[in-house]
């Protein structure tokens, strides 16, 4: 994923994690629907069987529930929910987002460029983009020219 900022260490790890997680869930629910234990399944994957259980518990929820906004880091998609557009369809959804600025969107508790970059690049594949920033007022721009000297 391209950035614009340099991604910390604590947003790749939480990156790795997710990934990680989502092959995990692959995984326990293809042994579970091949007939696996909840032990053995635990077992293949490193985990007791009652996280295997929780795991394959996500992993159907989340197959029976195909959402749009599951593609989304965990961040980007708590924005998404907060905000209540999470049950609109993606391309509603997308609209809304497009009418937030970067800055509005990074205002948001827990939101860093990561999440921001995730969410800039969904829009792009949709087609939309975040709302310009709007230029700065800070009067730098406005260049007044002295008063002129009466001639003696």
Not at 96 to 116: D, Y
Not at 122 to 140: I, N, V
């Amino acid at each position: 994923m391209l950035s614009l900022f340099p991604i910390p260490a604590a947003a790749e790890r939480r990156i790795r994690r997710e990934e990680r997680s989502k092959i995990l869930r692959e995984r326990a629910l293809a042994l579970h629907q091949a007939g696996w234990t909840y032990a053995r399944i635990g077992q293949a994957l490193g985990v007791s069987s009652t996280r295997a259980h929780q795991i394959v518990r996500e992993a159907r929820r989340l197959a029976n529930d195909p959402r749009w906004v599951h593609d989304l880091p965990a961040r980007a998609q708590t924005v998404i929910w907060t905000r209540g557009w999470s049950d609109l369809g993606e391309l509603e959804a997308a609209r809304r987002v497009a009418r937030l600025t970067r800055r509005e969107l990074m205002s948001a508790p827990n939101f860093g460029p990561v999440a921001c970059d995730a969410l800039a690049a969904w829009l792009t594949a949709l087609g939309f983009e975040l709302r310009c920033e709007p230029p700065a007022d800070d009067g730098l721009d406005v260049l007044e020219e002295p008063p002129a000297k009466a001639a003696p």
